[in-house]
């Protein structure tokens, strides 16, 4: 039998992943802290509720898809408790390590199974289905959320115990976040030195430089299309958990500060709900 499921967060990814949830067959229940964004998920089959609670009772797993930490905790403090016997919390949002600690703690003392399961991916690939699952947590707890995961995702990556997934998803958010802001640059650059970006791209297409994500946020910036993917408010909070993860591990990554002061800067100067690629702006601000 599926599992049934409620989706806690209906944002940019929340929304459809719960639409791809009720698609692949999945009873799917849905709160947002503001319920009209979540009213058009209402057409896919998705029940939306006034309250977390409502939401929850019942359910076998439960998707927190939130800002961060501590929006997640919030919710997890209504929703943990009318959750019922059984009921397994699928924490999918990017919190950190302490937050990931955080949440364990909040379930077991709650008595209900957690798995920690950040994904791989923006908009688009949440859209379709194709995210990539950084599960972790008790093998029995990642057999029952399986079918929720291969709902929304095209494949599954088994981490290790609860919290591995956190880890394993910073250090690839890392690299996400030094990529744009290389190709941001190197973009502002390209054009200050009246270089065509075409041309640029042309130069590294099909060698071992060139990648598909260079492509896409490249084109973005060429085109001054900054409508949100994945806000740039979010990379900066995504940015900032890699380096208070790298200063707890004793590293020293300055690029991974760089870039985390950087986005920052683009939050503060006004561009947090556009795209990540709007960092772009503070490299070429008369443009």
């Not at 089959?45 to 501590?70: C, K, N, Q, W, Y």
């Not at 995961?149 to 095209?154: K, L, N």
């Not at 973009?187 to 075409?198: D, F, I, K």
Request: negative net charge; contains cysteine.
């Amino acid at each position: 039998m599926s599992p049934s499921v409620a989706v806690l967060g209906t944002g940019i990814m929340g929304a459809p992943m719960a639409r791809n949830l009720a698609r692949a067959g999945l009873p799917v229940a849905a709160w947002n802290r503001t319920r009209e964004k979540a009213e058009p998920i209402r057409e896919d089959g998705v029940a939306v509720h006034e309250s977390v609670e409502d939401a929850v009772a019942g359910r076998d797993v439960i998707v927190t898809m939130l800002a961060d930490a501590a929006a997640v905790e919030d919710v997890a403090a209504l929703a943990l408790p009318a959750a019922g016997e059984g009921a397994v919390w699928a924490q999918m949002s990017t919190i950190g390590i302490e937050g990931a600690g955080r949440c364990a703690r909040l379930a077991a003392r709650h008595d209900v199974a957690y798995v920690d399961a950040p994904v791989l991916g923006t908009k688009g690939p949440a859209e379709q289905g194709r995210l990539v699952v950084l599960a972790s947590g008790p093998p029995d707890a990642l057999e029952r959320c399986a079918p929720v995961f291969d709902a929304i995702g095209q494949r599954t990556i088994a981490a290790g115990e609860a919290g591995a997934g956190q880890r394993l998803k910073l250090v690839a958010n890392a690299w996400v976040v030094a990529v744009v802001e290389g190709i941001a640059e190197t973009l502002a650059l390209a054009e200050g030195l009246g270089v065509p970006p075409e041309r640029f791209f042309d130069a590294i297409s099909g060698g071992a430089m060139d990648m598909p994500y260079i492509h896409i946020k490249g084109d973005a910036i060429v085109k001054r299309s900054f409508d949100p993917s994945f806000p740039l408010r979010l990379a900066a909070k995504d940015a900032a958990l890699v380096v208070s993860a790298a200063q707890a591990a004793g590293l020293d990554l300055p690029l991974a500060r760089t870039v985390a002061e950087r986005m920052a800067a683009g939050v503060d100067a006004g561009h947090g709900d556009e795209d990540l690629a709007a960092t772009w702006r503070l490299s070429a601000p008369g443009r």
